[in-house]
């Protein structure tokens, strides 16, 4: 199996993540076409104890069965401070950059690339989108 980036990443989080995306990247890996960690886990916010650690998932489809795994390991890996992770394709990002700015340039701002090819770093957020949402 291809090997997860995890440079630079805290290793309390990699622990806790680990499993996890093994475990997708075992049973849909042909369809996931970038994972990464966002949000907190990623900062110097992050309290292990206490925050929560966030992904996106980008797939190429989305199909009952990466639904039906991922409602399993919610069970289990949310015990474990794992929020659900956020699923996109890369057609619902390309149409979604005018509807939600914010969250998309955060995104783009606040992500480390953990598998497949970088979704985010091409975003082309509009300033006017941007005031149109504030």
Do not use: W
Request: proline letters at 4%; glycine letters at 6%; aromatic letters at 8%.
């Amino acid at each position: 199996m291809e090997e997860l980036n995890t440079d630079g990443l805290r290793d309390d989080v990699v622990s806790a993540v680990r499993p996890f995306f093994d475990s997708l990247l075992n049973d849909e890996k042909d369809n996931i076409a970038a994972i990464y960690l966002t949000g907190s886990a990623l900062t110097d916010d992050y309290r292990p104890k206490y925050s929560d650690i966030n992904s996106l998932i980008v797939v190429k489809g989305i199909s009952p069965g990466l639904l039906d795994y991922l409602a399993d390991a919610g069970k289990k890996y949310g015990k474990k401070g794992i929020k659900a992770p956020l699923i996109m394709t890369p057609v619902y990002i390309a149409h979604s950059l005018d509807v939600f700015p914010i969250e998309f340039l955060e995104l783009k701002t606040i992500h480390h690339l953990v598998f497949g090819e970088n979704q985010l770093e091409n975003l082309n957020i509009q300033k006017s989108n941007l005031r149109l949402q504030c």
